[in-house]
């Protein structure tokens, strides 16, 4: 059983990597955190990098961390851990950790070169692209592609 409050731990904790090497993650206050609570994130990337803390919080209107910007983030193959912790002046506050795969929650930038020729006659169109820019090649084979055709 986790230490602390109950209800205090921070809520909805979401991390995206865009931009190939920018992450965001953001959370809530937990439900029961006292008013002068305060929150820490920590990460390790993986088991052979040195757990660091969050340098660039997000920050409420009462100034309290409900997120934080990372820079140069390189995805591993292993899952990343990530800890948020609380502190209040005459109360415990619980943590909260998980592990994610950094590849499943990078959003990817468009596909380059997208190029279409298309004919007169019933043969249609021809479309192609070149995957996109991202952090990582492991993964690669695992994209599924849509197009989505407009007529003007």
């Known amino acids: ?7 205090s731990a921070i809520e909805h904790f979401s991390c995206v990597i865009y931009n190939i090497s920018l992450m965001n993650c953001t959370w809530q206050a937990g439900r029961n ?3 002068d609570t305060q929150y820490f994130l ?3 990337n993986s088991r052979e990098d040195k757990e660091m803390e969050c340098e660039l919080y997000i920050k409420d209107e009462n100034g309290r ?3 934080c ?5 390189k995805i591993e193959p292993e899952k ?3 800890l948020v912790n609380g502190s209040s002046k005459d109360f415990l506050i619980q943590l909260y950790d998980e592990y994610t795969d950094l590849y499943k929650i990078e959003i990817l930038t468009a596909p380059l070169n997208v190029t279409a020729n298309c004919t007169r006659d019933s043969e249609g169109c021809i479309i192609t692209w070149h995957q996109p ?4 090649e492991k993964n690669a084979k695992c ?3 849509e197009i989505s055709i407009q007529k003007k």
């Open 1 to 7: 059983m986790f230490a602390g409050i109950n209800g």
């Open 33 to 35: 955190s006292p008013a």
């Open 42 to 44: 920590y990460w390790q």
């Open 65 to 67: 961390n409900m997120g």
């Open 69 to 73: 910007r990372f820079q140069n983030v």
């Open 80 to 82: 990343a851990y990530f």
């Open 133 to 136: 820019l991202m952090s990582h």
């Open 143 to 145: 994209f599924e592609y």
